[in-house]
């Protein structure tokens, strides 16, 4: 598919890239976007009163696969992003499990920087939940860089432009342009 506009892809990364510097809530919204078309059935649950989302971003294939979505808020120390990253893969993985008992595949996705105190939390769950456990999952964190290669690259130019609005008209582009 993306063989019909090798040239303009690096564009494309860059506006990805871009709409990953948001914080909170946009990052999310973005992530959910994209989600949207990637998914035929995806569906983000409105969060209810103490239940909240039930540390659910988005469901998809027919509920087999649980998002969780986390976009860095600004801080000033990396640490402290760090800790809450890890707190936050743990709290909506647990939360998820109570909530939505029937996935089968677990992606967090997220802005932040992925460092060794997140990476020990995802892999503390993945070998709880690893082949010939009593409830085996695939877990996966996903940072901007995994959404690109993994969906985002993947799509067809005309869902490309749906999404980063603005791209100059390749298909009427003339060499003496």
Not at 38 to 67: K, T
Not at 151 to 163: A, G, Q, T
């Amino acid at each position: 598919m993306m063989d019909t506009i090798p040239n303009w892809l690096d564009w494309y990364n860059v506006r990805h890239q871009k709409s990953c510097q948001a914080s909170g809530e946009q990052f999310e919204d973005y992530v959910n976007n994209i989600l949207s078309y990637f998914h035929d059935d995806f569906i983000n649950p409105v969060p209810i009163g103490r239940y909240g989302d039930g540390g659910c971003d988005g469901l998809a294939d027919s509920g087999e696969i649980l998002y969780a979505c986390y976009g860095r808020r600004p801080s000033t120390r990396k640490e402290s992003v760090e800790k809450t990253l890890a707190k936050k893969i743990r709290n909506d993985f647990v939360r998820g499990k109570q909530y939505w008992p029937n996935f089968l595949k677990w992606r967090f996705i997220t802005n932040a920087p992925v460092g060794p105190i997140a990476i020990s939390t995802l892999l503390e769950l993945q070998q709880e939940h690893k082949a010939g456990a009593e409830r085996p999952l695939e877990i996966r964190v996903w940072d901007t860089e995994n959404l690109w290669k993994n969906i985002i690259s993947n799509f067809d130019k005309n869902i490309l432009n749906e999404i980063y609005p603005g791209v100059p008209g390749v298909e009427n582009l003339e060499l003496s342009d």
